[in-house]
């Protein structure tokens, strides 16, 4: 940051805060709440002084009315600036507590990948027609179930609730998505946040249970058991919420204290779910083994059984193919044969055969057409 | 595939490392374990079932200390007492007892939730006795049996005493195995059961141990009025072996227009019955 207006410049730290949190928790999530709050007294302070101020979120830089444009910097908020270009989002004048609102509810959108808020036409504002250019993103049933399923992440990270109606809600809506979100990269869920610059395990999860749940529709799943595998699937995940963002968009080798901090979510996860009352048994279980190896290894190496659970199989399998056919921070997607060539590696090792054969072969077709068949009760 | 598998066993197994302090540093938050000891809670049956039963044990070791802890916030301590309770549900001990007939032995872990069911275990295993009389499941059942000591047994007595003689007799056996105060303090409960066969096979049982202190004497006392004529021939029986009571006096004793024994052990009664029969025949001598 190159201004030299102190106010400016804790409003720019603010919008780093802000940035971080909503990219790394989900909405209603405290350390979000914290850092909305911090950015709207440093936003007020500057409202205070100058009267109103412009933030060009596409080309990251801001200004005070009448002043000149201090760049936001490249380090925290260059991911910003990305996801901004990316949803068509150019620049924003604040210059009252609604503008200063809307900045506030942006920024978490585009963090989050959610949809946009309404935007006012006003005179420097460029808001939807700024930037690339693109206009506002189409809607799409994959961003509307990334959103419902970082909500029920948020209710259980933060609250230990487990909304029932909302988690059959979002099984309905997985079971219901269009069948080509699982073998195109970019229209994975995970792989398009990563591309967006937002890597978002909440995307990422999607594609999971999205594949565990063409899976357990193969299997011949009653609805209810097919429930819980779905929801395992979205659920395994969720102990990344306590993970910093800067380990998940770092480029290159994760040093070993970094590895540590990550080599925890499954255990941050399980516990998070077996402490939430209504959330299945199996969701606990398939979080704590998912990174558990067949015949021993793997991670967290205490407790729980040496046989994995065949829930557990399935999903480290779908784990392990929408991660290779999804664009990363650090790599781009893998094709699809190269997939599934290191598929088949591992399953000499430690994925199970059996399932690696089962997606490959029967459920990973399925993604190329709608799924017609009723959804669970 | 079997994808339905249930995810019971497993999720005991996590709940214990979760619980556990582990090398790999696992602290359990306090807001979460009140909820961790509820989830165990829900799965108890089919874990104690199927197992894994070194988790459950050391689940209910940390429940036992969280219970016991001084500083143990309420909400955890109460979580915490619920599954220890819930462990004395007779189902449970027909679980244990169940996995243990399949297993045809007892492992150590199983032993040890075994002791933690209690009377519910020893109800469970009274009912699975008799088919395992002189086998090795058998006698390590008969030596549990006797190792659970006197709370869990005073436990089981009260429920006996108002079940019918059909439950109650599978017990018997065991209850003869029972070091000498814990068997001889159950043949006097049961002694007082209404069903007269129980009474009859407690008086039995009794008579076997030939105890000989003043507490016992009071309680087969109390039997020679059993409206019962077996139950009454057998306290008397029990007396007479126990005591250098004259058969004759006795018969005199009971007799009916003699007034029952408000005051006093009948061997006292008996003792002025014999002096005031003594002193009458001698009057009526002179008469």
Known sequence: ?377 | MALETAAAGATAAIVAALLARHPEGFTTPVGDRAALYARVHRVLLPVCREGPWDALRDILRCARHEALGEHTPPPVRHAALELLAAMERPEVGEELVRAAVRLGFLVPDLEALLAAAGPAALRAIGGVIRNLRGTPLGEEFQVLARRLGPGPWRSLLDQLLRDPAEEVAPFLPLIAGLPLPLAREAGERLVRHPAPEIRRRALAFLLALRPRDAAWRGRVEAVLRDPDRQVADLGRAVLLEGEDVDPALLELALAPDVPAPAEGTIRQRLLALRDRLATGEEGDERD
């Open chain 1, 1 to 377: 940051m190159n201004g030299t207006d102190p106010l400016l410049g804790r409003v720019v730290g603010a919008l780093a805060g802000l940035w971080q949190s909503a990219t790394l928790y989900p909405a209603g999530h405290p350390a979000r709440v914290n850092a909305a709050d911090r950015l709207s007294l440093a936003l007020r302070g500057v409202l205070d002084a100058h009267g109103g101020l412009v933030v060009d979120l596409a080309r990251g830089r801001i200004r005070v009315d009448g002043g000149g444009w201090a760049s936001l910097g490249e380090g925290h908020l260059g991911g910003l600036a990305s996801a901004a270009r990316e949803r068509g989002v150019g620049r924003l004048r604040v210059s009252g507590p609604r503008e200063r609102d809307l900045l506030v509810e942006l920024v978490g959108a585009l963090a989050g990948g959610q949809p946009l808020p309404a935007l006012p036409a006003m005179p420097g504002n460029e808001l939807g027609t700024g930037g690339t250019g693109k206009g506002p993103a189409p809607e799409d049933p994959w961003q509307g179930m990334v959103e419902r399923l970082a909500a029920l992440w948020g209710e259980i990270a933060s609250a230990r609730r487990f909304p029932d109606e909302e988690a059959d809600r979002l099984v309905r809506g997985i079971a219901g998505l269009p069948g080509d979100g699982v073998v195109e990269p970019v229209r994975l869920a995970g792989g398009r946040a990563a591309v967006s610059g937002v890597p978002s395990p909440v995307a990422h999860s999607l594609d999971v249970a999205r594949l565990s749940y063409l899976a357990g529709r193969v299997l011949g799943l009653d609805p209810e058991p097919l429930r819980e595998l779905t929801l395992s699937g979205a659920l395994a995940d969720i102990g990344m919420v306590d993970v910093p963002r800067d380990l998940l968009t770092k480029q290159g080798t994760l040093t070993p204290v970094e590895f540590a901090i990550v080599r925890r979510h499954p255990v941050a996860g399980a516990e998070m779910l077996l402490a939430t009352p209504g959330v299945p048994d199996l969701a606990g279980v398939v979080a704590w083994e998912h990174h558990r190896r067949r015949g021993g290894g793997g991670y967290p190496a205490v407790g729980g059984r040496e046989r994995l659970h065949p829930a557990t199989r399935v999903i480290q399998v779908a784990d392990v193919y929408t991660a290779l056919r999804s664009p990363r921070a650090f790599r781009p997607e893998i094709p699809e044969t190269r997939a599934r060539a290191i598929l088949a590696r591992m399953a000499r090792s430690w994925l199970d055969e059996e399932t690696v054969g089962l997606i490959l072969e029967r459920v990973a077709p399925l993604g190329l057409a709608p799924v017609e068949a009723p959804v669970p009760a």
